[in-house]
């Protein structure tokens, strides 16, 4: 069996150690010259010309420990800190491509160009012929399976402001956000509420001279611990040299206006007979957020369900790395663990009837939760939970996961990690402490 990756990066890399381990033959295509995906950093930013795949930024520091950020069986370097940069994780996905021999199954420098089904029936069922380009040379290869490992921080998605167009400064999107030093002295308008938003502001304090922090919820009403940092609410309007903001106040003298506002999901290379539906921050008809279940062949089967009266249909395509606001890399490799069980017979799905049953139930859940449509593929606080879906089909035949990393502390719920939980207790007791320890010299 032969499995095609699109991608090297976290996803990529997870999904080609776990095939090849099991014995497949695999061929990951990376469009960069390195391993790495969106962790590469660059100094160039995206033209009309020329595209730019990463959207890393100078000194980013991830939110998450490194006990929690690890790939279940390889834990990060004792001598790492707890908070990591983007060059420690780098050195870390160059370090696992390299102890798990990864390279040798990478052809580096190759644009997927298209992907398209062997048998246009059989749009998620049936074989795949991968076009790629290398060198200016396109060729034609075909695969028994495909696993889409191309990340969703790369193509920026920008909302549509009145008068934005009549903005005398600067315009841009965090995409191309590289360094603070670029806007000393800057009045900026930062437009967002999530990570990025919080931690590019916090950078651009020390060199702007005021930053403006527009949300499009209650967030605004906190206080900063930056003097340079002011919350506001949503921006209405966009002015020649400042913004009209939903509560009716004004920002003059605006210089740069940077949006944070995140991601299309983009699969530009699938073939228009795939008929992947993407819609505004969401890709629909996805089981468990990997596979499509939208075009299945009622009359294409592989194997039976378990209890071998019914036929289940196996899709030879799967999505990994689509949630967020997430732990990511042992979500990866959850994910690729779950597919290859289902790919290699060892377990299977439930009938398409009972898979549609599952998803209309978690839609009509995370509606009444208050989820919007763009938050489909959102986790939260549910990251722990879903894992467990996936590792109670996988882990009775391919592996125990609670056995995989005894970093990863198990939970009263059941769940292998509660990966949120767990980075929650670390954050909780670096703060708790050094408070407790301030009290106590106080009392004396």
């Known amino acids: 069996m032969v499995v095609a990756v699109v991608g090297a990066g976290p996803a990529g890399l997870v999904a080609a150690k776990r095939f090849l381990e099991d014995g497949w033959d695999v061929c990951v295509f990376e469009q960069q010259g390195e391993v790495g995906g969106t962790w590469v950093y660059t100094d160039d930013i995206g033209t009309e010309e020329k595209y730019v795949h990463s959207s890393m930024y100078a000194n980013l520091k991830t939110n998450l420990t490194k006990h929690a950020m690890a790939y279940l069986d390889y834990p990060f370097p004792k001598s790492s800190p707890n908070i990591l940069s983007q060059r420690e994780v780098l050195e870390y996905l160059n370090s ?32 795949y012929n991968v076009i790629v380009e290398h060198e200016g040379t396109k060729t034609t290869i075909t695969f028994d399976y495909v696993v889409v490992c191309n990340g969703h921080n790369s193509y920026p998605f920008t909302p549509v402001i009145p008068g934005i167009k009549n903005f005398r400064g600067r315009v841009l999107h965090s995409h191309d956000y590289r360094k603070p030093e670029a806007f000393t002295n800057q009045t900026i308008l930062i437009i967002g509420s999530g990570y990025s938003a919080t931690d590019i502001g916090e950078q651009l304090s020390a060199c702007a001279k005021h930053i403006h922090v527009s949300m499009k919820d209650n967030k605004y009403n906190r206080r900063s611990e930056y003097t340079n940092i002011q919350y506001h609410s949503k921006t209405k309007r966009i002015l020649q040299s400042g913004v009209l903001l939903e509560d009716g106040k004004h920002l003059d003298n605006i210089d740069t206006i940077l949006f944070c506002t995140g991601y ?24 468990k957020h990997i596979y499509p279940v939208n075009r299945w062949h009622p009359q294409y089967y592989r194997f039976f ?11 030879t395509l799967a999505f990994i790395g689509l949630p967020m606001q997430i732990v990511p890399f042992p979500l990866f490799d959850h994910q690729v663990l779950f597919i290859r069980s289902i790919w290699s017979g060892r377990s299977h799905l439930p009938p398409v009837s009972i898979i549609k049953e599952e998803m209309k139930a978690d839609y009509k859940k995370r509606k009444e939760v208050g989820l919007p449509p763009h938050l489909h593929h959102a986790l939260i606080q549910g990251q722990g939970a879903y894992c467990r879906e996936l590792s109670d089909i996988y882990t009775t035949s391919d592996m125990n996961p609670e056995k995989a990393n005894p970093q990863y502390p198990k939970t009263s719920t059941g769940s292998p990690y509660s990966f949120l939980s767990y980075n929650s207790l670390i954050i909780s007791l670096t703060v708790l402490i050094p408070t407790i320890t301030l009290l106590y010299s106080l009392s004396k």
Do not use: W
């Open 96 to 127: 696992y491509a390299n102890e798990f021999n990864l390279l040798p199954y990478i052809k580096f420098n190759h644009q997927i160009l298209s992907i398209e089904p062997c048998d246009p029936n059989l749009p998620f069922t049936g074989q």
């Open 264 to 287: 299309h999901y983009r699969f530009d290379f699938l073939s228009p007979q795939m008929k992947v539906n993407v819609k505004f921050k969401r890709v629909c008809d996805l089981y």
């Open 305 to 315: 369900n378990r209890q071998g009266n019914r036929p289940t249909i196996v899709p």
